[in-house]
């Protein structure tokens, strides 16, 4: 049985350290896989040479995507959507990393490290929270936020993280260019590297936002990417009156 029926061939250099060949995707696919596809030794493996970083991104990053969040892959590939080969490192690291900010960056004054997270939820029902009236058909997976308390000034912030499903035909893509929204002049996608919309700056952020975040209202800023990836923050509120927004 072919396990990887994609071949791929290594652009050498002098100090390339496979010169004498390598091993098979075949046996690659089947260490990995008993390693349960680790995104550590994924990344470590992507940096030997082009050839392995190639067989990473085309299977391996799959693969651990697939594992990490099936039914999540499942969705997103339904209805002839699908994730074209190159995007699935961007995705394996959407999945496992905050970003977290730079001072001056998107999110102007607060500055936060980026950072690896062991465990995310995301889900469906909550991305319906982000989409404008006009754009509820679409399909956009949020994470849980990833808390970052006492932030000075800025007091407790979450992050969050998201995808949408075909975005290429989505409505809020539709939406953004009828709009003629510009793209941010500096930053790009930490994930993938495409340019960014500003969905705060386009007014197209529902309040359904800030209580599905439990966050301060008109606090809710995300960005969302060519390929559809999204990062954003609210400032949280404290943890009484969130549970008293969301049983309202």
Not at 41 to 47: G, H, K, M, T, V
Request: glycine share 8%; net charge positive.
């Amino acid at each position: 049985m072919v396990l990887v029926v994609k071949q791929h061939r290594c652009t050498h250099s002098a100090s390339c350290v496979c010169i004498k060949g390598h091993l098979s995707e075949d046996a690659l696919f089947l260490v990995f896989r008993h390693m349960n596809w680790n995104p550590r030794l994924i990344a470590i493996l992507s940096c030997v040479c082009k050839w392995f970083d190639e067989v990473a991104k085309q299977v391996l990053w799959k693969e651990f995507c697939h594992a990490r969040a099936p039914k999540m892959m499942l969705d997103l590939h339904s209805g002839g959507s699908h994730i074209v080969d190159g995007n699935w490192k961007a995705l394996g690291k959407l999945l496992i990393y905050c970003n977290g900010c730079t001072k001056g960056g998107l999110f102007n004054n607060i500055h936060v490290p980026g950072h690896f997270v062991f465990r995310t939820r995301f889900s469906r029902t909550a991305g319906r929270s982000f989409l404008p009236l006009p754009c509820k058909s679409d399909v956009l997976y949020v994470s849980d936020p990833c808390e970052h308390l006492d932030q000075g000034e800025e007091g407790d912030i979450g992050f969050f993280r998201g995808i949408f499903m075909s975005f290429a035909t989505s409505r809020v893509k539709k939406m953004l260019i009828e709009k003629r929204a510009r793209f941010h002049p500096r930053e790009l996608c930490p994930y993938c590297k495409a340019k960014l919309w500003n969905m705060f700056q386009e007014n197209m952020i529902p309040r359904s936002a800030s209580a599905r975040l439990g966050a301060y209202d008109d606090s809710v800023e995300y960005f969302v990417c060519l390929n559809g990836h999204v990062i954003g923050l609210g400032t949280l509120l404290p943890l009484s009156d969130s549970e008293e927004a969301a049983d309202e």
